[in-house]
C-alpha cells in the first residue's frame, strides 16, 4: 500500500494551490482518506477527510481554519483524492500528509480528525504561504 502526496509549493498570501493524494495497494473507494499538516515546533494537525463513496463522492471534514478555504474530493478513476486550497494564509504553512485509516469513514472525535486512527500514511508535501 502506497500514498504519495504531490503539489506543495510556495505561493504567496490569498493564493491557491491543490495537493494530490495517489494510491495503490488499494482501490482508492475502499477507504476513506485524510490529510493532515504539520508546521515546525507544532503537533501534527488533521485538515481534512472524505469518507468512501462508490458514487464517487462522499461525506467530508474540515477543521474550522481551514472551512470555506479548503475543498476535498475525489476521483476513483484516478485512484487520487485532491485537497484544493485557496485564499491562504501564512499559518497555512506546513508539510502536507495524506493518510487512510482502512475503513470507510473518517475517524473524527470531538470535531478533531485522528491520527493514531490512520494506518496507511504517504510521504509529506511542503506548503509554503510567503510573501
Known amino acids: 500500500v502506497q500514498l504519495q502526496a504531490s503539489g506543495g509549493g510556495l505561493v504567496q498570501p490569498g493564493g491557491s494551490l491543490t495537493l494530490s493524494c495517489t494510491v495503490s495497494?488499494?482501490?482508492?473507494?475502499?477507504?476513506?482518506i485524510g490529510w493532515f499538516r504539520q508546521a515546525p515546533g507544532k503537533e501534527r494537525e488533521g485538515v481534512s477527510c472524505i469518507r468512501r463513496s462508490s458514487r464517487g463522492s462522499g461525506s467530508t471534514y474540515y477543521t474550522d481554519s481551514v472551512k470555506g478555504r479548503f475543498r476535498i474530493y475525489r476521483d476513483n478513476a484516478k485512484n487520487t483524492v485532491y485537497l484544493q486550497m485557496s485564499s491562504l494564509r501564512v499559518e497555512d504553512t506546513a508539510v502536507y500528509y495524506c493518510?487512510?485509516?482502512?475503513?470507510?469513514?473518517?475517524?473524527?472525535?470531538?470535531?478533531?480528525?485522528?491520527?493514531?486512527?490512520?494506518?496507511?500514511w504517504g510521504k509529506g508535501t511542503q506548503v509554503t504561504v510567503s510573501s
Open positions: 493518510a487512510s485509516p482502512a475503513v470507510a469513514g473518517c475517524p473524527v472525535v470531538h470535531d478533531d480528525l485522528i491520527a493514531a486512527a490512520m494506518d496507511y
Open positions: 495497494g488499494f482501490t482508492l473507494d475502499d477507504y476513506a
